[in-house]
C-alpha cells in the first residue's frame, strides 16, 4: 500500500526532528526517515560497552535555541540540561587553570596568573557582551539573498544594520577585528596570559580545519559566545543521558503533535518530478511520496547525493563542490572504573565541570601544524567531559564515562595505513597525550571507543565528518550557507527543502536551521 | 542562642559557604557549595541529602490515640493504616490552619507527628479526658531527607529490607547499616524520596553512611535554598511564606483555611468531629474567600519588559518568597490577591510562582498580572494560571 504524507523530513538529526516537529505542530502529517537504528544522528546516546552509556559524537550544549525549547515544550518531553560551571585546565609547568563560573573565585584565580588579566577579563566579556547583542538576533533571521533580496530580504538587512549601528564607536570597531582577525590575535589584543588565550582561542577552532592563528577564526570565536542556558550568557551544559536525551525529547515532541517517525530507512534518492520533488526512492527499493520534501542531512547529501546534477542550476552544483567539510576533529569515549586523577588538580570538584588539554597558545597551534597535511596531533587539543560526575545515570554506581573530543584529526591520514591503523593510531596518541595529564588513566580504563572523522562519516553519514555539516567560517555563514543565491531554506527544487546544519544559523545542537527551514515550508504555504 | 543537630559535626564541615539560617532554634544549612545550583541539579539527577532534624516531632500512644488524631487533623486517621502515613492540615476552631505535616501511624495506639510549628501544647488540650500519653520528641530523634531518583539504590545498598515495597507515603522500621531507624517515603521536593529517622547518638553514623554510599550515585549534601526551589516545582506550601499559623498569627488578616490554601482535598466532612470542623461547613457551602493557584509566568513578556532597558531576560535563579500584589489587569488598578513565592524552575524551564487570588481568577488558563520590578520600577507582567504541582514525575509515586 502507498502511504503519501504532507512531508516527509530527511534524516533524523536533531534538526530533522525540529523541523518534522514545527510541521507537525501544524497540522501536516510528516514522516521522518532516519538510516539508523536510532534517531539523533550526532546527537545520540548509547551503550557501547555494558552498562555504560556514550555521548557518542555531540556532547554539550549550549546553543540549542530557547524560542525552540519553548514552543515545542522539551523541557515536558525530557530535556534536562545540566549547567557546566567551570572549565580547568592543566599546564605544562603543572600548575593549573581553574576557570571557577564564581565571578570573585575566577578573579582570584587570574590574579594568580596576571593582575592585568584580572582587570582586563570582565572588560572583555562586555565587550563581547555588545557584540553578542548586536548579532544575536542573526540567528532568528532568515537569510536574505544579497544580491536580490526582495521585500523581505531588504527588512532583514535593515534591522540588522540597526543592531550594528546601535554599536558605540570603540565596539564597532571591535566588531571590524573580530569579523577578519584570528582568535589569538583578537585575544591577544586583551589578555596576555597564554594558557587563558589557549582556552579562550579553541572556540575559534572548534570543528574547522584552522589553527588559532588562522585569520578569520575569531567570528568563530564569537559563534560559540551566541548560547545561553536559563538565559545565562554563554552557558554551556550537558543534557541528562547524553545529548541522545536531547533528541529524545524533540522526537518525543514531535510524536505529541503526530509525526512519524521510521528507522532503518535510508534514503538513495529523491524523486523528482518536472522540477518538482515529490517522494524518496529508499535503499530498500520502496519509494514514499509526499507533497514537501525537506533534507535535514549536510548540503552535500542534500544536493549532490540524493538529486540528479541535471536538476541544479551549475552555478549551485559547483558552490556545494567547493562547499568546505574536512572534518577536523575525532572522538574518543572511554569508560572507566574509577575517576581519574588529573595531575596538579587541586579540588577534585573541578572534574564536574570541562577539563581543556590546552596548555599553551603554541601548543594548540603546533597541534594544527601536524594535522594540515593530513595527519592527526601528536598532542591533540583535548576537551574532556565526565558526565557521570552529576550524572549517575550513564554509568554503573561508581563507574564513570569520558567523553573527550579530539581536535585535530584530518579525514584522510595516509600516512599511518588503512582506515583500521588510521583509528587506531589516533586512539593511541589521545590517550597518550591524556596520559601525561592523567597519569592513572592506562589503568582505568574498561573500554574505549575511537571515533575519526572518516568514522564519524561512516556512522552517520557527514560528509568528510565534519561536526558542523560544513564548517562554521565566515565564507560559509548566512547568506553563504550553504550557498549563495539559496541560505533561504529552499532550492531551485520545488518542494523540496533544507533544514538541516548546513543551512543558517549553523552547526552544533541548535535547532535553528528545523525551526527556521519548518517556518518557511509553512510560509510556501507546503 | 542556636542549638545544633545531632548531624552537625558532619554538616559543619562540609558547609563550605558557611551560610547558616534558624530553623525552629537550629542551625540549618543554606547551601553547602557557594552556589546551589549543583544541589538543585542532584535533587532532580541523582540525590541530595538534608538536615530536617529541626522538624518538631510528637510521639502520641494510647488507647485513644486515633480519637485524638481525628480529633486534631483534618483527615480522618482511622483510614491510616499501620505503616502508612498522612499528609494533613489541622486548624483552629475557627477553620483557619494552623500547620499542615505529616501523620504516621506507627502501630495500632501509636502515632508521631511531624510539625513546622510547635504543636505541643495544641495536642494537649485537645486530649483532654482522653486516654493518649502526648510526649515531645523532637530531640529524641535525628532526621535525614534524602530526595532524588537515586535516593532508592543508596538506601537499598545500607539496608536488607526490600525498598522496593515501601510505597509512598508508607514507612518501615529496619536497619541502615546495622542502625535501627524509620525510613518514611515521604519529602519535600516532589521527586522520589525518602526521610530517615534516628536515635542521636547514631546521627553521625548514619550520615557517613548515607555520604559513603552516596557518593557512588553523586549524592550531594543540600541545603534550604535547593530546597525550596524544588518545593515550589513540587507546588508545596511553605509555611510562613505561603500562609502564617493561626496559632502565631498576630492579626486575623494574615489567617488562612484548607481551602484557601488548596487544601481542601485534604478537609474530611465525613468524619466526627473536628476542630474548626462547622467553620470548615460553612465555608465549603459558600466558597473560600480565595484560592491558592500555580503561575506560569510569561517569559516572553517579561522579555519586552527587561528590553526596555537594552537588558536580557534576567531570570530568578533562586527561589523567592515574598507578598507580591497580582492584578487582573495589565494597568494595575483592579488588585486581586499576591504572589507569595516563585522560582525559575530549570526542570521545566518555567518561571513558576504560588499565588492567592480571588476565586474568580483562579480557573486553569486564566490570564492575570504579577507585579515584578524590573530596573526599581514596577511592571504587571502576565502569567497564567496553571495546575499545580508545576513539575510531578511518575517516580514520585512509582
Redesign the interface.
Known amino acids: 500500500m502507498t502511504q503519501s504524507y504532507d512531508a516527509i523530513v530527511v534524516g533524523g538529526g536533531h534538526n530533522g526532528l525540529t523541523c518534522a516537529a514545527y510541521l507537525a505542530k501544524a497540522g501536516r502529517k510528516v514522516l521522518v526517515l532516519e538510516q539508523r537504528y536510532l534517531v539523533g544522528g550526532a546527537a545520540v546516546s548509547e551503550e557501547k560497552y555494558p552498562g555504560f552509556k556514550y555521548t557518542v559524537f555531540s556532547y554539550v550544549v549550549s546553543l540549542l535555541r530557547p524560542e525552540v525549547?519553548?514552543e515545542l515544550e522539551?523541557?515536558?518531553h525530557g530535556?534536562?540540561i545540566?549547567?557546566h560551571?567551570m572549565v580547568w585546565v592543566p599546564m605544562e609547568n603543572g600548575d593549573q587553570l581553574a576557570m571557577y563560573?564564581?565571578p570573585a573565585?575566577l578573579r582570584e584565580e587570574i590574579r594568580r596568573h596576571s593582575k592585568r588579566d584580572a582587570d582586563m577579563l570582565p572588560k572583555f566579556n562586555q565587550m563581547m557582551y555588545q557584540l553578542v547583542?548586536a548579532v544575536k538576533p542573526i540567528l532568528g533571521y532568515v537569510p536574505p539573498d544579497l544580491t536580490c533580496p526582495g521585500f523581505r530580504g531588504a527588512r532583514t538587512l535593515r534591522d540588522f544594520s540597526k543592531h550594528l549601528q546601535n554599536l558605540d564607536k570603540k565596539t564597532f570597531q571591535q566588531f571590524s577585528k573580530i569579523m577578519t582577525m584570528s582568535a589569538d590575535d583578537f585575544l591577544a589584543e586583551w589578555i596576555e596570559t597564554d594558557v587563558i588565550r589557549a582556552l579562550m582561542g579553541i572556540n575559534g577552532i572548534i570543528g574547522t580545519m584552522l589553527g588559532v592563528k588562522s585569520p578569520g577564526t575569531a567570528y568563530v570565536l564569537l559563534h560559540h559566545y551566541l548560547g545561553e542556558l536559563?538565559?545565562?550568557?554563554t552557558a554551556w551544559g550537558s543534557q541528562?543521558g547524553g545529548t541522545g536525551g536531547v533528541s529524545d525529547a524533540i522526537a518525543s515532541a514531535a510524536q505529541s503533535h503526530g509525526a512519524e517517525i521510521r528507522c532503518n530507512a535510508r534514503v538513495e534518492k529523491v524523486i523528482v518530478k518536472n522540477g518538482r520533488a515529490v517522494g524518496v526512492a529508499l535503499e530498500n527499493g520502496d519509494e514514499i511520496y509526499a507533497k514537501t520534501i525537506a533534507s535535514a542531512v549536510d548540503p552535500y547529501l542534500t544536493f549532490r547525493k540524493f538529486i540528479d546534477e541535471k536538476e541544479l542550476p551549475e552555478d549551485l552544483v559547483s558552490a556545494i563542490d567547493r562547499f568546505k567539510f574536512r572534518g577536523s576533529s575525532g572522538k574518543v569515549n572511554l569508560a572507566l572504573d574509577t575517576a581519574p586523577k588529573f595531575r596538579g588538580m587541586t579540588d577534585p570538584?573541578f572534574l564536574?565541570g570541562m577539563m581543556a588539554i590546552c596548555p599553551s597558545v603554541d601548543y594548540v597551534e603546533q597541534a594544527y601544524d601536524d594535522a594540515k597535511y593530513g595527519a592527526f596531533s601528536k598532542r591533540p587539543f583535548i576537551d574532556v567531559d565526565i558526565p557521570?560526575?552529576?550524572?549517575?545515570?550513564m554509568a554503573p554506581?561508581?563507574k564513570h564515562v569520558m567523553s573527550c573530543f579530539v581536535q585535530y584529526a584530518s579525514y584522510d591520514m595516509p600516512e599511518y595505513g588503512n582506515k583500521d591503523q588510521q583509528r587506531d593510531a589516533f586512539g593511541d596518541a589521545v590517550i597518550d597525550t591524556l596520559s601525561e595529564f592523567i597519569p592513572n588513566l592506562k589503568d582505568i580504563i574498561l573500554h574505549k571507543q575511537v571515533l575519526t572523522p572518516w568514522d564519524i562519516e561512516q556512522e552517520i553519514s557527514m560528509t568528510e565528518g565534519n561536526i558542523f555539516a560544513g564548517e562554521l567560517t565566515l565564507d560559509q555563514l548566512f547568506f553563504f550557507r550553504p550557498a549563495a543565491g539559496w541560505a533561504d531554506f529552499r532550492t531551485p527544487i520545488r518542494n523540496y527543502y533544507q533544514c538541516g546544519s548546513g543551512t543558517h544559523p549553523g552547526g552544533g545542537i541548535t535547532s535553528g536551521p528545523g525551526r527556521l527551514g519548518a517556518l518557511e515550508i509553512l510560509r510556501d504555504g507546503n | 542562642m542556636q542549638k545544633h543537630t545531632p548531624f552537625h559535626s558532619r554538616t559543619a564541615a562540609l558547609c563550605e559557604s558557611q551560610s547558616w539560617v534558624e530553623w525552629s532554634g537550629y542551625m540549618s544549612a543554606q547551601m553547602y557549595?557557594?552556589?546551589h545550583?549543583?544541589e538543585y541539579?542532584?535533587i532532580?539527577?541523582?540525590a541530595g541529602l538534608f538536615d530536617v532534624s529541626p522538624l518538631h516531632k510528637y510521639s502520641i500512644r494510647g488507647r485513644d490515640a486515633v480519637a485524638l488524631m481525628n480529633r486534631v487533623i483534618t483527615r480522618d486517621a482511622s483510614r491510616c493504616r499501620v505503616g502508612q502515613a498522612l499528609y494533613t492540615a489541622w486548624c483552629d476552631d475557627d477553620g483557619k490552619i494552623i500547620d499542615d505535616g505529616i501523620v504516621a501511624r506507627l502501630s495500632e495506639n501509636s502515632f508521631r507527628m511531624s510539625t513546622a510549628t510547635p504543636t505541643l501544647y495544641w495536642l494537649q488540650d485537645n486530649a483532654f479526658g482522653m486516654d493518649v500519653e502526648i510526649e515531645d520528641v523532637s530531640d529524641a530523634f535525628g532526621a535525614l531527607a534524602l530526595q532524588g531518583?537515586?535516593s532508592r539504590?543508596i538506601l537499598q545498598?545500607l539496608t536488607d529490607a526490600d525498598m522496593g515495597d515501601l510505597e509512598y507515603f508508607h514507612l518501615l522500621e529496619t536497619r541502615l547499616d546495622t542502625i535501627p531507624v524509620t525510613i518514611m517515603r515521604t519529602g519535600y521536593t516532589g521527586d522520589l524520596g525518602y526521610e530517615v529517622v534516628a536515635e542521636p547518638d547514631h546521627c553521625e553514623r548514619i550520615w557517613d553512611a548515607l555520604m559513603e554510599t552516596g557518593?557512588?550515585?553523586?549524592m550531594l549534601p543540600a541545603g534550604m535554598v535547593a530546597l525550596d526551589m524544588a518545593r515550589i516545582e513540587a507546588g508545596l506550601l511553605l509555611l510562613d511564606a505561603d500562609f502564617h499559623s493561626a496559632s502565631d498569627a498576630m492579626f486575623e488578616v494574615e489567617k488562612t483555611s484548607p481551602y484557601e490554601l488548596g487544601l481542601g482535598w485534604m478537609v474530611n466532612q465525613k468524619k466526627e468531629h473536628f476542630v474548626g470542623q462547622e467553620a470548615l461547613r460553612r465555608e465549603q457551602a459558600c466558597g473560600p474567600a480565595s484560592c491558592t493557584v500555580g503561575l506560569e509566568v510569561d517569559?516572553l513578556a517579561l522579555e519586552k519588559v527587561f528590553a526596555r532597558y537594552?537588558m536580557?531576560?534576567?531570570?530568578p535563579?533562586q527561589s523567592w518568597v515574598d507578598a507580591v500584589p497580582v492584578y487582573s489587569d495589565g494597568k494595575q488598578r483592579d488588585h486581586i490577591g499576591r504572589a507569595t513565592s516563585g522560582t525559575?524552575s530549570?526542570?521545566?524551564?518555567?518561571y513558576v510562582v504560588i499565588a492567592r487570588v480571588k476565586p474568580q481568577y483562579a480557573k486553569l488558563a486564566t490570564r492575570i498580572y504579577l507585579e515584578q520590578t524590573v530596573e526599581a520600577r514596577r511592571f504587571a507582567v502576565p502569567a497564567t494560571v496553571v495546575k499545580m504541582p508545576f513539575f510531578d514525575p511518575p517516580r514520585k509515586r512509582q
Open positions: 525549547i519553548r522539551l523541557a515536558k530535556l534536562q545540566v549547567p560551571d563560573a564564581d573565585s547583542g536559563d538565559g545565562a550568557f541528562k570538584a564536574r557521570t560526575m552529576v550524572d549517575p545515570s554506581p561508581g | 557549595e557557594m552556589d545550583i549543583h541539579n542532584a532532580r539527577l541523582s531518583p537515586t539504590d545498598r557518593a557512588d550515585y553523586k517569559l537594552s536580557p531576560l534576567q531570570l535563579f525559575w530549570p526542570i521545566i524551564k518555567k
